[in-house]
């Protein structure tokens, strides 16, 4: 079954809420919907086996939420609030995170908002390059998104997520404008201030999120894994990850 929360600002936001125990919060990436990222890789199955309460959101733009069309509306700070209304429907007051990718960006930007919400989290497909955003390719990625004929997107990572979010029946407009959203990469004196235990995870052919080691060392209570022959999409759904990722929010 599917569930519904309205936000403060009307946007609907889909997710999914199974079993009991201890409360783990799945955020996916870019593109995706808590359905690939986490429900075709086997964690829902994992995070029932370790006997944990499973919220698996679709984030705006995605999936079963609403997909509006405004850069504005993806604003990192609003994405993060949206797990908040979850939370919030479902009375959790804190929770362990696990984000992939875009979902490990919107985690950090939760983790620093409201760091009482947090208790632990493990950021799979984000490391080095958090560091490295750049404005013109993140513009190109979304001209590619935005063309009428992917035919013409001749950039080879803006065709890389066109043909992505196509085969997972994305809105493109809505997905150009949450490429296109507002976002502020925290500094290294606001990483080393978070107080939450972190686990940074790449695999070691992940060109798209580079090593997690500077991230996790600029994280305050950060450690890393490195997944060895495994890249941005193969990842998330390796079996050393899962249990590296619930040993680590077990201890």
């Not at 479902?90 to 929770?95: D, G, K, N, S, V």
């Not at 209570?221 to 490195?226: D, N, S, W, Y």
Request: glycine share 10%; net charge neutral.
């Amino acid at each position: 079954m599917t569930y519904f929360v309205t936000t403060s600002d009307g946007t609907d936001i889909a997710y999914d809420c199974t079993g009991d125990g201890p409360p783990v919060v799945l955020i996916h990436g870019f593109g995706a919907n808590r359905k690939i990222t986490w429900g075709n890789t086997g964690w829902y199955q994992t995070i029932a086996r370790a006997g944990r309460k499973l919220i698996a959101i679709d984030c705006r733009g995605h999936g079963e939420s609403d997909k509006p069309h405004a850069p504005a509306d993806y604003a990192e700070g609003r994405m993060a609030t949206d797990i908040i209304a979850v939370l919030a429907a479902l009375e959790i007051p804190e929770t362990d995170l696990v984000g992939y990718s875009m979902g490990g960006q919107l985690a950090l930007r939760l983790m620093f908002d409201a760091p009482g919400r947090v208790r632990r989290a493990v950021l799979g497909g984000i490391g080095e390059n958090y560091f490295r955003m750049s404005k013109e390719s993140v513009e190109t990625i979304a001209r590619g998104l935005a063309a009428k004929d992917a035919s013409t997107v001749t950039d080879p990572l803006a065709r890389e997520f066109r043909l992505f979010c196509e085969k997972a029946g994305d809105d493109l407009l809505a997905m150009a404008a949450c490429m296109r959203r507002p976002r502020r990469n925290l500094s290294a004196e606001e990483l080393r201030a978070l107080p939450q235990k972190t686990l940074v995870v790449c695999g070691d052919e992940d060109a798209m999120a580079g090593s997690p080691e500077p991230l996790a060392k600029n994280i305050g209570a950060g450690e890393m894994l490195i997944i060895p022959k495994r890249n941005h999409h193969s990842t998330v759904g390796d079996r050393t990850f899962k249990d590296a990722a619930m040993a680590f929010l077990a201890s």
